[in-house]
């Protein structure tokens, strides 16, 4: 079974660190970009950033561009998000998700998303 | 940033209905776009990609349309299971992701 599962949520307070993990399962992991989604309470999905399948690029939204990094371990079939810097607005839910890739190639379209892991930034 | 516009917000329909809701982009994307479906405390759920392909399992009462700047996501009958939020996806290759804010599909 195709599979991806967040770990690492939690409370945190501003201006602190946490890192999530994504483990995947089911498909080759090296052959797909991978995307962190994140939705805040009540609200609508944002973007955070995506890596490449060999980890030598990475992107990221403007709202979390500098405080947040992402990696892979192609042979453990996971993937990280560390984020840094803290803010009350980063309270959200996290989502790992697999770029698709369609004859070969890979687009910025989400077809297997993780269950999410909630992150809590409050004082 | 390319900014994406669903309209309505909210709508409501009724069981057999046929229902559209509509995405704008701020400028051309061409067909990079993509709908998702999201049910209460669920995860989202790829439908639809570059604007008109209907991702492998979804059933074929949903259909997309549109290029440029302009598309529309169609249920051609409303079944109970449908009622959920649905978002759109920009994916231009030149500007960062963005997702529409949304629209909330209720029962009449």
């Known amino acids: 079974e195709v599979q991806l599962v967040e770990s690492g949520g939690g409370l945190v307070q501003p201006g602190g660190s946490l890192r999530l993990s994504c483990a995947a399962s089911?498909?080759?992991?090296?052959?797909?970009?991978m995307t962190w989604v994140r939705q805040g309470p009540g609200k609508g999905l944002e973007w955070v950033g995506n890596?490449?399948?060999?980890?030598?690029?990475?992107d990221f939204g403007d709202s979390v561009k500098g405080r947040f990094t992402i990696s892979r371990d192609n042979a453990k079939n996971s993937l990280y998000l560390q984020m840094n810097s803290l803010r009350v607005e980063d309270t959200a839910v996290y989502y790992c998700?697999?770029?698709?890739?369609?004859?070969?190639?890979?687009?910025?379209?989400?077809?297997?998303w993780g269950q999410g892991t909630m992150v809590t930034v409050s004082s | 940033d390319i900014q994406m516009t669903q309209s309505p917000s909210t709508l409501s329909a009724s069981v057999g209905d046929r229902v559209t809701i509509t995405c704008r982009a701020s400028q051309s994307i061409s067909n990079w776009l993509a709908w998702y479906q999201q049910k209460p405390g669920k995860v989202p759920k790829l439908l639809i990609y570059k604007a008109s392909n209907l991702e492998s399992g979804v059933p074929s009462r949903f259909s997309g349309s549109g290029s440029g700047t302009e598309f529309t996501l169609t249920i051609s009958s409303l079944q109970s299971d449908d009622f959920a939020t649905y978002y759109c996806?920009?994916?231009?290759?030149?500007?960062?992701?963005?997702f529409g804010q949304g629209t909330r599909l209720e029962i009449k």
């Open positions: 890596i490449k399948q060999d980890g030598s690029e990475t």
């Open positions: 998700a697999r770029d698709q890739i369609e004859y070969g190639r890979s687009y910025d379209v989400f077809d297997i």
């Open positions: 089911g498909f080759t992991f090296s052959s797909h970009w």
């Open positions: 996806q920009q994916y231009n290759n030149y500007s960062p992701i963005t």
